[in-house]
């Protein structure tokens, strides 16, 4: 039976927790930030947890992420 194989660029976006929550960045603070206020740029770049909704979808580019189901 062949490896299976990482999808690498989910690998690359996703972070996944000892306790085995997945985690993103948030989107919007790419490029044009100048009009983006200072606040709303800090609140950008915090980590958050994908939604139970995509949680399935996240691992299964990631066929080896050490997380229950």
Do not use: D, F, N, W
Not at 14 to 34: D, E, P, S, V
């Amino acid at each position: 039976m062949p490896k299976m194989k990482t999808h690498r660029s989910g690998a690359k976006r996703y972070k996944i927790t000892a306790g085995g929550k997945i985690l993103r960045r948030k989107a919007g603070k790419g490029h044009l930030l100048q009009h983006k206020s200072a606040s709303r740029k800090r609140r950008l770049s915090s980590m958050v947890e994908v939604s139970a909704t995509h949680r399935k979808l996240v691992l299964k580019e990631l066929p080896y992420a050490k997380c229950s189901g």
